[in-house]
């Protein structure tokens, strides 16, 4: 089974940009899709975005035309390009693979905090 590890947090000021790293370790990164999900200090974890394994992407609404999710299967990673950054997108930012037989797994997550 595949293990997200999430990387490329960190302190940004608004209208900023970050991109976030889902490194897998493990083999079979190609099969599982791949979403981001967040969790702002007490609200409930929401999703970002997602893309499946043919490269199909799902955005949520607030992010959409802001964020990009990609991946290279060949390099066991995936990404969140997240631009003109508001401090709403404040949040701990979580990478999720899922897989129908393989099962559901969470990285630890990454703090992204945007302010000036």
């Known amino acids: 089974q595949v293990q997200p590890v999430e990387s490329g947090g960190g302190l940004v000021q608004p209208g900023g940009s970050l991109r976030l790293s889902c490194a897998a370790s493990?083999?079979?990164?190609?099969?599982?899709?791949m979403s981001w999900y967040r969790q702002a200090l007490g609200k409930q974890r929401e999703l970002v975005a997602s893309?499946?394994?043919?490269?199909?992407?799902n955005y949520a609404e607030s992010v959409e035309g802001r964020f990009a999710i990609s991946r290279d299967n060949a390099k066991n990673t995936g990404y969140l390009q997240m631009n003109t950054l508001k401090p709403e997108d404040t949040a701990v930012y979580y990478c999720k693979l899922s897989n129908p037989f393989f099962g559901t797994t969470w990285g630890q997550g990454t703090q992204v905090t945007v302010s000036s």
């Open positions: 893309i499946g394994i043919s490269g199909a992407t």
């Open positions: 493990g083999s079979g990164f190609g099969r599982y899709v």
